[in-house]
């Protein structure tokens, strides 16, 4: 179906709903869409796009519906709304607590689902006045769709944050914590920050690192535009969980070596992840803490074989961990458990997390926070690292590296740099 067609039914769709032919909320099969597309056309000032591994399951949110103030009411309103589909970015950030965690959810008012070969869409009015959105409020009145390569505008400023001097002396601090036994490992971050003279538009910036990155990546792809001048854009291979009904999974991923330029040096460098005294401790940590949270929450807990997952640029120690939920939970309660993994944060857990704000000076936002959503009958959440956040003029772009026992500050600040690599080829038009 061309893009002029597929508005006149959108159109048509709201027609109905407001002649009171079709009722809310409304459920509209469409055909097979690619949501990328849709994307692609739509203007509004909140959008949400989350698009599982290998794009088994994509959805697009545009508008809001309404916000929900604790877990109870949220899962009142799932039970109730079976084909919900509930997303969750909005006030989420990496460092938030517990008792934070059910204002970060958000019923979208135009939701589009992608599973299976077919498209759904699902409106939901906005909860004051049960009224909805007309679809000119949310896509351009032009078709825009170009087969030219999308351009970013050179930036005009660039900084790192922190220098690689204090980087040097933010693992060494750590080390010394590690070495005194106060910590086991500490995940820390840096920034490449890049300032423009115009604004770069949030939209075309994420379908853009869309068609370098998620073809060739096992990843997932994450856009959240809070408004036209914010956005959060991220390129994760981490899965924090996924639930089908009581069915839950889960990845241990942890642990980074280079891609080799040739095929031998390929093998070697995973020779080294898998050999590595220091990388297989990295990995243990995440994968014994996992299973710690596990235990008392889960029945069947079955641990898959190591496997290397090989992206463009780096590759890393990965284990498939399956479990089934006991009956009295469900995917908010493993938010609360799960995030964040040492993967992201460290051990001791709350320890970590006081070192990395104090140490890194600043909130990380929405960076290896949480991203996904949440349905009566299944959900999903990845780990946004790998990840850029658009803010007006500025684009900053994340990196992060786990410092434990023999950890080297400048292989960390390289592969920091790697993991950059994707966001950094489309900055520089590469």
């Given at each position: 179906m061309s893009w002029e067609n597929l508005y006149e039914k959108f159109k048509r769709i709201y027609l109905e709903i407001q002649?009171?032919?079709?009722?809310l909320p409304a459920i509209i099969n469409l055909q097979d869409i690619n949501l990328i597309e849709i994307l692609e056309q739509s203007y509004c000032e909140k959008i949400f796009y989350f698009q599982s591994?290998?794009?088994?399951?994509?959805?697009?949110?545009?508008?809001f519906s309404r916000k929900f103030d604790s877990f109870s009411e949220i899962k009142m309103f799932i039970n109730k709304n079976k084909n919900a589909y509930i997303n969750a970015p909005t006030k989420f950030e990496f460092s938030n607590s517990t008792e934070d965690l059910s204002e970060m959810f958000y019923l979208g008012e135009w939701t589009f689902i992608q599973r299976n070969n077919s498209t759904t869409l699902i409106i939901y009015p906005e909860a004051k006045d049960q009224k909805i959105s007309p679809p000119e409020l949310f896509f351009k009145k032009e078709v825009t769709f170009s087969n030219d390569p999308f351009i970013i505008p050179p930036w005009v400023n660039y900084e790192e944050r922190p220098t690689q001097d204090i980087?040097?002396?933010?693992?060494?601090?750590?080390?010394?914590?590690?070495?005194?036994?106060?910590?086991?490992k500490v995940v820390i971050s840096r920034k490449k920050i890049f300032e423009y003279s115009v604004p770069v538009e949030p939209s075309e910036l994420f379908i853009n690192l869309h068609k370098k990155n998620f073809t060739q990546n096992h990843c997932y792809a994450l856009f959240y535009q809070q408004n036209l001048k914010n956005a959060f854009i991220s390129f994760t291979p981490e899965k924090l969980f996924s639930t089908i009904d009581k069915v839950f999974e889960s990845v241990s991923l942890a642990a980074s070596a280079p891609r080799g330029k040739t095929e031998q040096e390929d093998i070697e460098f995973e020779h080294l992840l898998n050999h590595s005294h220091k990388l297989i401790k990295e990995h243990e940590y995440v994968t014994n803490e996992i299973l710690g949270n596990l235990k008392p929450i889960m029945e069947n807990i079955f641990i898959g074989e190591l496997k290397t997952m090989k992206l463009p640029y780096i590759q890393h120690r990965v284990i498939e961990i399956k479990a089934t939920m006991n009956e009295n939970i469900g995917p908010l309660d493993l938010l609360s458990y799960l995030h964040p993994t040492p993967a992201v944060g460290g051990l001791p857990?709350?320890?970590?997390?006081?070192?990395?704000?104090?140490i890194e000076g600043e909130p990380r936002g929405h960076y290896a926070a949480p991203f996904g959503y949440i349905n009566q009958h299944n959900s999903e959440f990845a780990v946004a690292i790998r990840s850029a956040h658009l803010l007006n003029n500025s684009l900053t772009v994340f990196g992060g590296a786990g410092i434990v026992e023999g950890s080297d500050a400048i292989e960390e600040w390289n592969e920091t740099g790697i993991k950059m690599n994707p966001f950094i080829s489309v900055v520089n038009n590469v």
């Open positions: 002649n009171k032919k079709k009722d591994k290998n794009n088994s399951f994509s959805l697009l949110s545009l508008g980087w040097i002396e933010m693992i060494k601090e750590i080390k010394n914590d590690i070495k005194n036994e106060t910590l086991e857990k709350q320890k970590a997390i006081e070192k990395i704000l104090l």
